[in-house]
């Protein structure tokens, strides 16, 4: 089982227009609110849930994940 989860979150409508409107904007919100609220649940209390802002460049969204698992690996996890 991961003990690092990340999230790229994502604005929902842009995410409607990346699919090309595939996916209704209400369900985009949705689902999206629920990845970010799943931080909260007791059942995830052993796995981090990271979210990484969509607004972020290559290279910060790689330098964020790349710390991350850095920092686990130092902690033993």
Do not use: C, H
């Not at 970010?36 to 979210?51: A, D, W």
């Amino acid at each position: 089982m991961p003990k690092t989860i990340f999230i790229l979150d994502i604005d929902p409508y842009t995410a409607q227009m990346r699919d090309g409107y595939k996916k209704d904007i209400n369900w985009l919100k949705r689902t999206r609110n629920a990845y970010l609220k799943s931080t909260e649940l007791s059942s995830f209390k052993n796995i981090r849930i990271v979210p990484i802002d969509s607004n972020l460049s290559l290279e910060e969204k790689r330098n964020i994940i790349i710390k991350t698992l850095q920092g686990d690996k130092n902690n033993g996890n």
